[in-house]
Nanobody
């Protein structure tokens, strides 16, 4: 089964940065599109980035475009999310997920357990 473990979350001040990592196992990572999703308190899940198998195509919603960068290392079966210029509205649990958001937003079986990101002064 899909196993994803996120790390790197924490408490940061507005304007700060964090780098999230996601280690994958239980499937062929190099053959899978991957995504980062987040869920803020009282809200539904929201996709924040997606990347294709080879890592040469990336996607972001306007809310994070220019601030977040998704990348992957297929040799290490690891997905990354570099988050810069963080805002309070970025506060959420961030989940690594297998597939693209059309596949994984509604299927929590494809998510990792998540790592908490709190942006607050």
């Amino acid at each position: 089964e899909v196993k994803l473990v996120e790390s790197g979350g924490g408490l940061v001040q507005p304007g700060g940065s964090l780098r999230l990592s996601c280690t994958a196992s239980g499937f062929t990572f190099r053959s899978a599109d991957m995504s980062w999703l987040r869920q803020a308190p009282g809200k539904g899940p929201e996709w924040v980035s997606a990347i294709n198998q080879e890592g040469d195509k990336t996607y972001y919603p306007d809310s994070v475009k220019g601030r977040f960068t998704i990348s992957r290392d297929n040799a290490k079966s690891t997905l990354y999310l570099q988050m810069d210029s963080l805002k309070s509205e970025d506060t959420a649990v961030y989940h690594c997920a297998a597939g693209d958001p059309t596949e994984n937003l509604g299927n929590r079986d494809l998510w990792g357990p998540g790592t908490q990101v709190t942006v607050s002064s």
